[in-house]
């Protein structure tokens, strides 16, 4: 688990070589916005997906965020299917849909999938750090949070 309470902090993380599969990146925080530390973050040629949350307008959030290539931005607050499958869209793997399997089923397989992957977690607000790091730490993801 990598972890970050600011965009600053991630940024240094970044920059130390710290290898992630995915960064979770909160668009509101204080200094530098999330959008302004993904943009850094791409800049230093770091090629990861990033994933942009917001308890905002979605819709602003994709205004702003124009000029920056985020794999997705999820609104928040966000069930834990969502989660896995933005997690599983974000890192390429396909999100298995048959009618005859069990919904529960289908979020255990697909977060089987995601076991040992690395995921830095860009957020400021403490409860949603450990909402994510709880969802994400149960299936075996290691979680940053910077």
Known sequence: TIEASSGIEAINLIEQNRVVDLIFIDWQMPKLDGIETARIIKQKRVNVPIILMTAYDREEAIQQAK??????ILAKPFSPSALVNVIMASLGHQVVG???INKVNHEIENAQKLEGAKILLVEDNELNQELVLELLSDVGIIVKVA
Not at 67 to 72: A, D, I, R
């Open 67 to 72: 000029n920056v290539s985020f794999s997705t």
């Open 98 to 100: 048959k009618r005859e």
